[in-house]
Structure formats: structure tokens, C-alpha cells
């Protein structure tokens, strides 16, 4: 057959397929408009009708509301591997965080107020000095009877800061009579959610104005306790075993006649600094710090433990270092440079208050 002919056959093949193509798909083209979405698309899930805070509702009828927090909703359903996390280890601090709202008559849903404020981690540092699970800043940590000081830090402490961020809350809601603004005054302080209050007259968190990030607050926590209770509603499976247990340890009271560096207690047990640390992120220094104090040690080595820190004792000889105070130093900054407390440097001086001369010459025991 000559070229030209068989060129000329080819064409009309061709379009007689792609006609009988046309036909077979009722001239829509080969994409069927009504088929349904591609099993590969980014899920996008409702708002849920309803809504509660510590058994207080959620007003969803008005627009506003609906939005701000499907703002949020939208971020957190979406943040698939921080979610995870925060399910893996829900399972290790929920379970005490439960028992002891329910100890205290609290409402549950407060335990989600540490997810939003530190994603349950006991290291978290904002940018505005604010510190530990529960985001402490250090006056106010004080206040509520934490150590903070730059030897013990308990803010980093979750049983500690967990205890005393439930009593502030339980404070603001004697205030507030309102557990949605309680919670909000935890964000961004009593005094400046009295004045929001004062200058609009309402008493309701959703319609005051507020800092951009206690306005979106509530809602994320919303947002989080959603996902949180109803995961396999929104795409997330944990596997059993996949969580994080929770810590298991032996605790051991101590009263030492000075700083223990941690490395000699760890090495006295067969374990490692590591190991020290992470069971007491709070001693935030390379010692114990001498005193009467409780440390969290693995389980099963409280006894060798207390064997090593008798055997130390006895062998234990301060070393005194003598520090002449400088123009512009303080007793903190002292204690700061030196690694202990402003309470052993008043102690081992006899100061009565919080001035210092020019001069003076101070004892600090190491």
C-alpha cells in the first residue's frame, strides 16, 4: 500500500476512535463532572454543631464565632503529625492530670489548656520568659509557692506546675465566676481582661476584644479537646502501644549539707546524667541542691541511691569562695553567677534584706 494511503487511513482511524470516545462519555469529555472526589484529596471536615468549655457553651449560632474557631478547628485538623504527638503523650500525663482535677473538683476539659500552651512538653520556653508545660512566668510562679531559682526551676516540673497552674485557675474563676474567662485571664492576665470587660460591659469571652492570641485561645482549645476525644473522627488511628507510657520511678527525700553534683548521683546508681535529668527537669543546674529535697530517681535504685548519698555525706567538705561585691551587682546576680539560691547566699552572710555594699566580702559555700 503507498505511504500516502496508508497516512491517509491512519487519520481517519484516529478520528473515529476519538468520536466514538465523545459518544461513549455523553460528550462530557473523559472526565465525568459527577464522579466522585479523587481518593487522594485533602479532607476538609465540618464544624461540629456543638461546642463546650468546661460544660459552658459555645454560642455557634453567631457568625463570628463560627469563623474564629473554624479558624482554628481548620489548623488543628490539619496538623497531622503535631496531633499525633499530642496523642502519644496524652498517655503519659493524662491519666494523673485527670485524677487530680477529679481530686480537686475540677472540670476535665482543663487539662487541655497545657496542650495549647506547650504542646505537653515540659522543656517549652516562650519568647516572653514564660516557662514549662503550663507556661509559668516566674512571678506568678512564685506566687504559687514554685521554686525558681538558678538551681530549681519547678515550673519545668509537670506534676508541680500542674498543681499550682490548677489553683491560679481555680483563683480566676472565683474572679470571674466564668470558666471561659478564667482560662482567658490565664493567657493574658486578670488586670487586662478586667479592663476588656470594663470598657465593653459584657462578661462573655466571645465578645470582647482582646490580644490577637487570647482571642484565637479559646478557640484552639476548643479545637484540640475536639480532635482530642473524637480522633478516628477526623482521620487519626493510634495504634495500640504506639503512646507514650508513663514515667516510672522510685522517689527519694534528701537532706544534703550541700550541693550533689548529679553526675556522682547517677554514676553512685549505674545510670546516666541523662537519665537524672529527665526525670527531674527541674534542677536545672549540673547539682542537687543541698537542703531538704525530693528526687525522682529509675525505679529500683532508691535504695543504692541513698547507700551512695550517706557514703557522700560523710565524706563531703564545702569549699568556701570568697566574692568581693562589685559596683552594680545584686544579691541575685550573685547567686546567678555562682550557681546557688539568693536564700543560702542571704543564709551564709546573714543578710536581712535585699541590699549589699560596695565591697562587702561574701562566703559561698560550693
Known amino acids: 500500500m503507498p505511504l500516502e494511503r496508508k497516512c491517509k487511513l491512519g487519520v481517519l482511524l484516529l478520528v473515529f476512535f476519538l468520536m466514538f470516545g465523545f459518544y461513549l462519555t455523553g460528550g462530557r469529555g473523559a472526565?465525568?463532572?459527577r464522579a466522585p472526589a479523587p481518593s487522594w484529596f485533602v479532607p476538609?471536615?465540618?464544624l461540629p454543631s456543638r461546642a463546650s468549655f468546661c460544660g459552658e457553651p459555645v454560642p455557634l449560632r453567631s457568625w463570628d464565632v463560627r469563623e474564629r474557631f473554624d479558624r482554628e478547628f481548620t489548623i488543628v485538623t490539619q496538623s497531622h503529625a503535631q496531633?499525633?504527638?499530642?496523642l502519644k503523650r496524652k498517655q503519659c500525663y493524662f491519666p494523673w492530670v485527670d485524677s487530680l482535677l477529679a481530686r480537686l473538683g475540677l472540670p476535665g476539659d482543663l487539662k487541655y489548656v497545657?496542650?495549647?500552651?506547650?504542646?505537653?512538653?515540659?522543656?517549652?520556653?516562650?519568647?516572653?520568659g514564660a516557662v514549662g508545660p503550663w507556661q509559668f512566668m516566674a512571678g506568678t510562679a512564685?506566687?504559687?509557692?514554685?521554686?525558681?531559682?538558678?538551681?530549681?526551676?519547678d515550673r519545668y516540673d509537670f506534676e508541680k506546675s500542674a498543681t499550682a497552674a490548677f489553683e491560679y485557675l481555680n483563683h480566676l474563676h472565683d474572679v470571674f465566676h466564668n470558666w471561659t474567662l478564667a482560662v482567658a485571664a490565664y493567657n493574658c492576665g486578670q488586670s487586662r481582661l478586667e479592663a476588656a470587660i470594663a470598657l465593653d460591659h459584657s462578661h462573655s469571652y466571645y465578645n470582647?476584644?482582646?490580644?490577637?492570641?487570647?482571642?484565637?485561645?479559646?478557640?484552639?482549645?476548643?479545637?484540640?479537646?475536639?480532635v482530642m476525644e473524637h480522633p478516628a473522627r477526623y482521620g487519626y488511628y493510634l495504634p495500640k502501644g504506639a503512646g507514650y507510657p508513663p514515667l516510672i520511678f522510685d522517689t527519694v527525700r534528701l537532706s544534703l549539707p550541700g550541693p550533689m553534683p548529679i553526675i556522682d548521683a547517677a554514676q553512685s546508681m549505674g545510670v546516666t546524667y541523662r537519665d537524672?535529668?529527665?526525670?527531674?527537669?527541674?534542677l536545672i543546674s549540673d547539682v542537687?541542691?543541698?537542703?531538704?529535697?525530693?528526687?525522682?530517681?529509675?525505679?529500683?535504685?532508691?535504695?543504692?541511691?541513698?547507700?551512695?548519698?550517706?557514703?557522700?555525706?560523710?565524706t563531703y567538705k564545702p569549699i568556701v569562695v570568697v566574692h568581693k561585691v562589685l559596683r552594680g551587682e545584686t544579691i541575685n546576680s550573685i547567686a546567678r553567677r555562682y550557681n546557688v539560691t539568693t536564700g543560702q547566699l542571704c543564709e551564709w552572710n546573714h543578710i536581712a534584706g535585699s541590699k549589699i555594699v560596695i565591697g562587702r566580702k561574701l562566703k559561698i559555700y560550693r
Do not use: H, Q
Request: proline share 6%; net charge positive; hydrophobic share 40%.
Open 142 to 153: 512564685c506566687r504559687y509557692g514554685m521554686t525558681c531559682n538558678p538551681i530549681v526551676d
Open 208 to 226: 470582647l476584644v482582646l490580644p490577637l492570641e487570647t482571642e484565637r485561645y479559646i478557640f484552639r482549645i476548643l479545637a484540640i479537646k475536639e
Open 31 to 33: 472526565v465525568n463532572s
Open 276 to 282: 537524672i535529668k529527665v526525670l527531674n527537669p527541674e
Open 114 to 128: 497545657a496542650v495549647a500552651e506547650s504542646d505537653l512538653m515540659s522543656y517549652a520556653v516562650s519568647g516572653a
Open 83 to 86: 496531633v499525633y504527638l499530642w
Open 44 to 46: 476538609c471536615f465540618r
Open 288 to 314: 542537687i541542691p543541698g537542703g531538704n529535697s525530693t528526687v525522682r530517681v529509675p525505679e529500683g535504685r532508691a535504695k543504692r541511691f541513698e547507700r551512695a548519698v550517706a557514703e557522700w555525706k560523710s
